[in-house]
């Protein structure tokens, strides 16, 4: 009997745990205060009416005899996948056939379980900083090597640097890289990438037959219209790049769950369809989404449905607006925050991480994310989210004012 021994190398989830008990202890010791979030990744206002109403239609036709469905397509219903090409893609003028579309439970699992698709030498390349699901992924089904943190983390990841001197955009792989984790707009650092920067990576990846794994969970927060919502927006991407959406952070799936994968037919490496690849893995390992979510977010793309979501995404990147504004005003340098919900922010002066969330916390009640929890390069930094509560961020934006002055 053996285990999988890549668990072994797997270090703890430390960064949430970590906070947590910071935030417990704090809370003993201030028993009468209120503590204030603007640390969460997860969003805060309900779905919108149009898919609650969706929702609770397709609840009555799963109770009806005549109207019952059981399993449906392990890639998703139809009526999702053609409402999906139409609105998110052909109206950018993306043409897809709705088969290129995998409908899925959410895709921090699509993320990682796409590494089925390639094999196991592969060289993958990760920023630094990063959402920690890839690397995770990547480290269980054995492509990371072996973790040493002396050595600069995972010994066979290739790590891309996202700093200040880069603008956040991590410049192309000087060695060999086969897969390629992308997010944009980006989590932690907000930065949100240009056509122009895309188009490198799509031309290197063609040349280089490398895959593009392009997270797009936060496009709907590009407010920017210059800027592309799609890697498929660039030229040639079909034959480089898988992408991932999610309606989590759009429409507050959070607790529903419901996301989907683009797998263009043009993309074949070694003679395989990684199309075909991806339906056969489906098949084998999935009966898909649940009818009620799926029409549930058939109706994010009603009228109705797009503007309440709209009215949730212009709440919190006001949010944003006003946590980048009150951060400035005390002295820290601030990045992010206009075409993403994240704000990525350090002291004037240098200061480390959790010297600066403690600080924070102790003084002002204030809970943020640090940034070396992300990665080695996202020392000096925290994250704040702005999926807060308005009066809760202004009040804590308040209280952090009264600190530095
Ligand atoms: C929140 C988030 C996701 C969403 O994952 P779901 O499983 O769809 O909820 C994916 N990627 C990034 C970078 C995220 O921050």
């Given at each position: 009997m053996r285990v999988n021994e890549n668990f072994r190398e797997l270090p703890e989830n430390y960064l949430f745990a970590e906070i947590a008990r910071k935030v417990a202890d704090w809370e003993v010791r201030h028993p009468a205060e209120r503590l204030i979030r603007l640390g969460i990744g997860d969003v805060t206002r309900p779905i919108p009416c149009a898919v609650k109403t969706a929702m609770l239609r397709a609840v009555e036709e799963m109770g009806d005899p005549q109207r019952f469905r059981g399993y449906g397509s392990e890639q998703g219903y139809s009526f999702l996948r053609e409402t999906i090409c139409r609105k998110d893609y052909l109206a950018r003028g993306i043409s897809l056939s709705e088969d290129e579309i995998f409908i899925s439970d959410g895709i921090k699992s699509d993320c990682g379980t796409i590494l089925e698709l390639f094999g196991k030498d592969n060289i993958i390349a990760i920023c630094n900083p990063v959402y920690p699901a890839y690397l995770d992924a990547a480290a269980i089904c054995g492509r990371a090597g072996e973790y040493n943190p002396?050595?600069?983390g995972w010994t066979k990841l290739h790590y891309l640097p996202c700093v200040e001197e880069n603008g956040f955009f991590p410049s192309l792989p000087t060695g060999r890289a086969d897969l390629v984790y992308?997010?944009?707009p980006n989590n932690p650092t907000g930065a949100a990438a240009t056509k122009d920067y895309l188009a490198q990576w799509v031309e290197w990846a063609n040349r280089t037959d490398a895959v593009l794994l392009f997270d797009g969970a936060y496009e709907r927060f590009i407010a920017d219209p210059a800027l592309p919502h799609s890697i498929f927006e660039i030229d040639d991407a079909k034959t480089c790049a898988i992408e991932f959406r999610s309606f989590s952070k759009t429409a507050g799936f959070t607790g529903l769950r419901c996301g989907y994968t683009v797998i263009p037919k043009a993309l074949q490496r070694c003679g395989m369809s990684l199309h075909g690849m991806w339906k056969r893995r489906l098949?084998?390992?999935?009966?898909?989404?649940?009818?009620?979510?799926?029409?549930?977010?058939e109706a994010v793309y009603s009228d109705e449905g797009e503007k309440q979501v709209q009215e949730s995404i212009d709440y919190y990147m006001e949010n944003a607006a006003v946590i980048?504004?009150?951060?400035?005003?005390?002295?820290?340098?601030?990045?992010?925050?206009k075409n993403a919900p994240y704000v990525w922010a350090r002291r004037g002066e240098a200061?480390?991480?959790w010297r600066l969330f403690e600080l924070l916390l102790n003084e002002c009640g204030i809970v943020t994310t640090p940034g070396a929890g992300f990665g080695t390069q996202g020392e000096g930094y925290l994250r704040l989210t702005a999926f807060g509560d308005r009066k809760a961020t202004a009040q804590a934006l308040g209280r952090l004012e009264k600190l530095f002055h």
């Open positions: 002396a050595a600069g992308l997010c944009f098949s084998a390992r999935s009966n898909g989404v649940s009818y009620i979510v799926q029409r549930g977010a980048c504004r009150e951060l400035r005003k005390s002295g820290f340098v601030v990045y992010g925050g200061m480390d991480s």
